[in-house]
């Protein structure tokens, strides 16, 4: 089956799903742009719904969606499915001192 370009679902929002998500698991803290949840979850879903045992790798993972929406995947069909996270850590100079 070939994915559709466009999936009109409210979950899928950005701001619903993305921004609104994260703030209330994380209060305080904000990510430029963050990707829905649920849309993740059903890509992911799509391509390795059959395949338990998937590694999956986001090499734009920023606020870590995609390990989040694998972790759900999981959790619904008893997968064993990995994911994979690179980011450039792109922080504020204020954010830097402190990590450091």
């Known amino acids: 089956m070939i994915p559709k370009r466009v999936w009109n679902v409210q979950a899928h929002n950005a701001e619903t799903g993305g921004t609104a998500v994260l703030s209330k698991l994380l209060p305080g803290r904000r990510f430029p742009f963050p990707k829905s ?58 954010e830097a001192k402190v990590l450091h």
């Open 37 to 94: 949840l649920y849309a993740v979850e059903d890509t992911v879903r799509f391509f390795v719904k059959e395949k338990l045992d998937a590694v999956v790798l986001d090499f734009f993972a920023g606020s870590g969606t995609t390990a989040h929406a694998v972790a759900r995947l999981n959790r619904q069909d008893g997968g064993r499915r990995q994911s994979i996270l690179v980011t450039n850590n792109e922080v504020s100079p204020a």
